[in-house]
């Protein structure tokens, strides 16, 4: 049995199986429409979500399979004083797999070892958030036809941003890499990224407050939102929260083929205006969320159709 806690976790020739499956069935949708008759996915969500809950669900429905779940942990026995340990031991009993967003960091962890099915992190606290990385790389993968050789550009909140986070990791080891990081003092990447992933690969990377100054440089723009379910206090949140503002202005400092994606939710920090840009592919995005779940539901329940 395997779960998904990092996208360390697949190396990248199993990566690259999991994303040619992903094209698969995004080119034929039917022939996985009964895939996983009879199966069925918990989503377990102690914190809010949209995308990534939706998307498992309807990975799962596109599938064949069913789906139960909660999505707030007040409408759960943990508001009762259950323990993740307790309640993953009791779900193994009703589902084949299960996707888990906690706020607190490795609580999926404890939940894959007290897990008789498959568990996925579905985000925890400020650490992983794989799937959305398996996304990213798929949207990458996709729409430029590689993962190297690319100058990328992550801006907003690096501190807390667990999609910058996994995103790094997975990213330092295709060829040619190289990052610029986009961000106010205060929200700058954590030291044991910068050093222990980073350094430690001899990944190029620099370090810049200014968006405007490095737009021409970028293949691919990562834009992130500041988080305020992560600050401590509201006034550092509110002096922090429309740091950068991505606009038509500034997009026409960027090349012809920059690609701006953006894990979404968004509030501010990208206007309305570049929606319509054709470089702006952050609904895209969304979309191969679901083929990246689909592929990786098969994958962890060891389905094959093909
Ligand atoms: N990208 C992402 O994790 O979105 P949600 O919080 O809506 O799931």
Redesign the pocket.
């Given at each position: 049995m395997r779960h998904l806690m990092s996208p360390l976790d697949f190396n990248t020739e199993e990566l690259e199986q999991l994303f040619q499956l992903a094209n698969r069935i995004e080119a034929n949708p039917e022939a996985y429409s009964h895939a996983c008759d009879g199966k069925k996915l918990a989503t377990c969500f102690y914190?809010?979500?949209?995308?990534?809950?939706?998307?498992f669900e309807a990975a799962m429905l596109n599938l064949g399979g069913s789906v139960l779940g909660f999505a707030d942990q007040a409408n759960s026995s943990a508001a009762k004083g259950e323990s993740v340990a307790d309640t993953i031991r009791v779900i193994s009993c009703y589902a084949d797999i299960c996707a888990m967003?906690h706020p607190k960091e490795g609580a999926p962890m404890v939940a894959s070892m007290n897990s008789q099915i498959p568990v996925i992190n579905?985000?925890d606290g400020g650490h992983q958030?794989p799937t959305?990385t398996l996304?990213d790389l798929l949207t990458i993968r996709s729409l430029k036809g590689t993962l190297g050789g690319l100058v990328i550009g992550l801006c907003g909140d690096l501190k807390f941003g667990r999609?910058v986070h996994s995103l790094i990791n997975a990213l330092v080891r295709y060829p040619d890499i190289s990052f610029i990081l986009i961000s106010p003092e205060e929200l700058r990447l954590p030291d044991y990224i910068r050093e222990d992933v980073l350094k430690a690969n001899h990944v190029p990377y620099k370090e810049v407050v200014r968006l405007e100054d490095v737009m021409s440089e970028l293949d691919l723009l990562y834009m992130t939102r500041v988080q305020k379910e992560r600050f401590f206090n509201e006034e550092d949140y509110v002096r922090m929260k429309d740091f950068y503002i991505l606009d038509k202005k500034k997009m026409t400092l960027a090349g012809p083929d920059m690609l701006v994606l953006h894990?979404?939710?968004r509030v501010n920090e990208i206007a309305v205006e570049v929606d319509s840009d054709p470089r702006a592919v952050y609904f895209k995005q969304?979309q191969y969320?679901v083929y990246a779940r689909m592929a990786l539901i098969l994958t962890l329940l060891n389905i094959s159709v093909d």
């Open positions: 914190e809010p979500s949209t995308r990534t809950r939706l998307s967003r579905a985000g958030h959305q996304t999609t894990p979404l939710p969304a969320g």
